[in-house]
């Protein structure tokens, strides 16, 4: 057995489980120790390997904010992965292994001073930018934020039940003048009560950014999510002038197999 270097590795205790659908589940952790992130970060879960005890490791962006005590994550059940299923018969009270480093740059931009900040997303891709809102929101109400950055976040799902955060994210939008949400879903053909968009969300990226009319000059543009969403919105993005590297920032959460 390899033994687990806790200097590089927090074990963590589940301390909530939500399910949304058979396949997508939050929990929150609780960290034992001072773990700082910047929202639209992640954090790497590992769980030790049967027989060796070598960790199978895997980055998860993290929803909750900064100023939350514990650590929220929202997974995808993936049925011939290495780690997610798992991940997926942990309960309240087991444990896993974290980093304790967070990574990645997948962070706001507030030095460009591109004041739009338009969040594309599909289903887990949601994230980062629930991360982002609830950080801002606090800021907000507590007037260290005033509204200057304005968010406008796609969601993409196949069908309603994929929305973890939807009743969050809608009460954010009602509440905060600086934010707007907009789910949308792909197979509406099986939900005739779906009372939202239509389609898949870069399908619907060309329509709303006309409607808020975000061009590249005031807008920064964040893709997190499904490779081909982010493939699909990359090259709309492109073709409506948003060539600056910059001005696109990316989060694929996989590599599709060739
Ligand atoms: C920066 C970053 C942040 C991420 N954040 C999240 C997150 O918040 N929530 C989340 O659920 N996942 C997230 N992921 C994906 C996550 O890291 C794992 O890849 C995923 O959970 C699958 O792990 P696994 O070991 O079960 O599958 P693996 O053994 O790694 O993969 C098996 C096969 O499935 C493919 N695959 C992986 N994920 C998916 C998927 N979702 N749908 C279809 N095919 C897939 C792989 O390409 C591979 O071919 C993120 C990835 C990155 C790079």
């Known amino acids: 057995m390899t033994p687990v270097d806790d200097k590089f590795f927090h074990k963590v205790r589940i301390t909530q489980r939500v399910d949304f659908a058979p396949d997508l589940w939050m929990i929150r952790v609780r960290v034992p120790a ?15 390997r049967e027989g060796d005890g070598k960790l199978t490791q895997r980055p998860y962006s993290i929803v909750s904010a ?3 005590d514990e650590l929220e994550f929202f997974i995808e059940l993936v049925p011939d ?3 997610t299923p798992r991940l997926y018969r942990l309960q309240p009270g087991d444990e896993l292994w974290m980093r304790k480093n967070p990574k990645g740059k997948f962070t706001l931009d507030t030095e460009s001073g591109r004041k739009h900040h338009l969040l594309v997303s599909t289903v887990t891709g949601v994230a980062p930018f629930v991360s982002y809102v609830r950080s801002l929101a606090k800021d907000w109400r507590e007037g260290r934020f005033d509204g200057v950055h304005q968010l406008y976040l796609l969601n993409g799902a196949s069908r309603p039940w994929e929305f973890g955060y939807k009743e969050e994210l809608n009460r954010f939008d009602a509440e905060l003048p600086w934010f707007k949400y907009v789910p949308t879903v792909s197979r509406p053909w099986d939900h005739a009560d779906w009372p ?12 709303y950014a006309d409607h808020w009319e975000l061009d590249p ?4 543009t964040y893709l997190c999510g499904h490779p081909d969403m982010i493939a699909n919105s990359k ?14 920032k ?6 599709p197999p060739r």
């Open 196 to 207: 939202g968009e239509i389609g898949r969300a870069d399908d619907i990226l060309r329509k």
């Open 235 to 248: 090259a709309i993005l492109k073709r409506r002038g948003f060539l600056d590297r910059e001005s696109i």
């Open 81 to 83: 992965g290495l780690l």
């Open 66 to 68: 900064p100023w939350e």
């Open 217 to 220: 000059t005031n807008t920064t």
């Open 250 to 255: 990316e989060e694929i959460y996989w590599i």
């Open 34 to 48: 001072e773990f700082s992130f910047v929202p639209g970060q992640y954090a790497t879960l590992a769980l030790e």
